[in-house]
């Protein structure tokens, strides 16, 4: 019994004795094996680190790929090659006006004295919907219109949306898409902007998006907007849906949007 206590105490010292040796290194800049090194290092991404590297491990995917640096101001996102969707893809040109100043998140913004609500009249959707890219389109819209607007405005577009109807959210006038008489230009900036108990999207979608949204609710509002017959016709009447058709041709609204 007093040998086997003693033979313990000596394979116990023996093996603490080599579990600390064996955490040393010959590199004196090494600190050595850590045990759990999640604990002394954050896991999470920093600023300014190069990912490239860690710890000799190279990986060349993100080796010359820059972490956090902010572009300068004024700096314009540039997407791709096909001139039409650059121009749509340019800074929104509307600033926001008086109105939408007291919308959340304006501080230091330039705010606009001229009516830009009304301006936006004028604003046609640059995304046109195709026999082709219909379906797609309005496919994409409903997806958006899920995961940003529905526990809002509702899936049929009612203004009764989850939150509305369990009384979470204390919003009150959101409109009923199906008899809402505004421009898809005002849509645009409305969503863009945000608008009374609306909180502004622009920081949450991309102007692409945000104009497949406007396609999206204006079939709630025509159940035949972005139908097209067997030669391509489209059946929605008019195929504008509230955007005037005098407006349609201001060719000058079709561009800068
Ligand atoms: C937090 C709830 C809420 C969310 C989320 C929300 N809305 Fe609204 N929305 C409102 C309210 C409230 C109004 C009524 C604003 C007013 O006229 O005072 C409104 C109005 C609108 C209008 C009419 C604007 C006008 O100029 O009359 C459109 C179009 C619209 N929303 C689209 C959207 C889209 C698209 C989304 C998703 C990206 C969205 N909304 C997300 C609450 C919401």
Redesign the pocket.
Known sequence: MKMNKKALTKLATLFVGVFILGSCSTDPTSPGYEYMPDMYRSPAIEPYVDYGEIRGRINEDVKTKMSALTPPSFAIPYYGKDSAYVQMMLPYRRMPDSTYANVAAFYGWNISKLNE?EMAKADVNPIKLTADNSEATLKKGKE??TA??Q???GEKGDGKGP?VVSGA?Q?????NYST?Q?AEG??F???YYG?????A?SSQ?NKEEIWT?VHY?KRFQDKNYGKFDKDGKSLSIPASGSTPDSLMTNSAAKVGM
């Open positions: 609500y958006l219109f940003m607007c526990h809002c405005h939150m959210y919003g009150s006038g959101i409109p809402l505004i005002q849509m900036y409305s969503i608008k009374n108990k609306m909180g999207h979608l949204l609710i």
